[in-house]
């Protein structure tokens, strides 16, 4: 199983990035997806999640900004940032469950200067 996160950049506040999670060794159909992000000092946090049914949750500061989505036949999912802010900036981590274990991606840098 790998989770390969990528998309990452330095923007700036109001700009908008797009950060892919490509996945191998998993049925992203019937997997759940999830974002976290970690800032500075700070422990990692849920950002967003899509279920294997495709209901979606985002934590409330980015509702209305980001968007999870994915692609079954890339086995990718992405996350839409939109309109994006200094408090979005961190590590983005994608993840999930599968036989039995948690899987983290590497991570991708997410900078928003004001």
């Known amino acids: 199983v790998q989770l390969q996160a990528s998309g990452g950049g330095s923007v700036q506040a109001g700009g908008s990035l797009r950060l892919s999670c490509r996945t191998s060794?998993?049925?992203?159909?019937?997997?759940?997806i999830s974002w976290h992000r970690q800032a500075p000092g700070k422990q990692r946090d849920l950002v967003a999640s899509?279920?294997?049914?495709?209901?979606?949750n985002y934590v409330d500061p980015v509702k209305g900004r980001f968007t999870i989505s994915r692609d079954w036949p890339r086995n990718t999912v992405y996350l839409q940032m939109d309109n994006l802010k200094p408090d979005d900036t961190g590590v983005y981590y994608c993840h999930t469950f599968w036989r039995g274990r948690e899987w983290w991606g590497q991570g991708t840098q997410v900078t928003v200067a004001p």
């Open positions: 899509i279920t294997s049914g495709g209901s979606t």
């Open positions: 060794g998993i049925n992203i159909k019937i997997a759940a």
